[in-house]
């Protein structure tokens, strides 16, 4: 397998390499991180046992893809001397809100350009990507993007004109399901539970009706019509999340996050 640099060495980075190894998709020695500081590519190099470059001097001369992966608004002070390592190679970027005709300025003579947008459930391969590429992928770079996809879970080649609003859904979206996890918790404390009862109750209930919702075949609806029975406790429950505007705030949180992304392409 070819050499795979990863620019950054973050929780992105590291949830991308974690099941690429524990999978054995890619042998240890075919990855390698590099970070500004040095110390993030220091922690996931031990963690992991992949390799380690110090400097871009160190990066590997027969690389072959290189995974952008630090933060977005670093790319606009990046090393000049990325656009004369980045030639004649697969450039991957994770940077949100940073779109295809932006990073090709900075690099310049990369053979094809692929965003991706994974999630943090990418760590153990329960995460759902969305990509796209600036051209059509060759054989070779064809293998190498499944590859990386498939070991993060699943994916969805989109038009790049959506991936903000992929971004505020799926990017976002497991940051949103926690913060439901914690007002399960408290109100489990508030009706009188103790709290690790509240929390264990809480998480086993999201990941139960988590696994139903992803591996079977009805949609959202019919699994919630399944649960409630007419003028029952859940019934009451549903009409005060109704009656708090409870899909508005969801729908204007999901816009005010691609928003965000959009204005992240313009800094």
Request: with cysteine; hydrophobic share 45%; net charge positive.
């Amino acid at each position: 397998m070819p050499k795979i640099v990863f620019l950054g060495a973050g929780r992105m980075a590291a949830a991308m390499v974690k099941p690429l190894v524990s999978k054995g998709i890619f042998a240890k020695s075919d990855l390698v991180c590099l970070s500004g500081s040095g110390r993030t590519a220091e922690d996931l190099a031990s963690r992991t046992g992949i390799g380690l470059a110090r400097s871009l001097e160190e990066v590997p001369p027969d690389t072959d893809t290189l995974v952008v992966a630090f933060k977005p608004q670093q790319l606009a002070s990046v090393d000049a001397r990325l656009a004369g390592l980045s030639a004649g190679k697969l450039v991957i970027s994770i940077l949100a809100g940073r779109r295809i005709e932006r990073l090709s300025k900075v690099f310049p003579s990369a053979r094809n350009i692929v965003r991706f947008m994974p999630n943090t459930p990418a760590s153990f391969g329960g995460g759902i990507t969305g990509w796209c590429a600036k051209s059509e992928l060759a054989g070779p770079d064809q293998a190498t993007v499944q590859s990386l996809l498939g070991a993060m879970g699943h994916a969805v080649e989109i038009p790049e004109a959506q991936m903000d609003a992929l971004t505020a859904v799926s990017g976002s979206g497991p940051a949103y399901l926690f913060e439901f996890a914690i007002a399960l918790r408290d109100g489990g404390v508030a009706a009188g539970l103790d709290r690790a009862t509240a929390q264990r109750l809480a998480n086993e209930t999201i990941l139960g009706a988590s696994i139903m919702l992803g591996r079977g075949h009805a949609s959202p609806e019919e699994l919630r019509d399944q649960v409630v029975s007419p003028n029952g406790t859940t019934f009451a429950a549903l009409q005060r999340l109704s009656a708090g505007g409870f899909r508005d705030l969801i729908r204007e949180a999901v816009l005010a996050a691609k928003a965000r992304s959009e204005q992240l392409s313009t800094e």
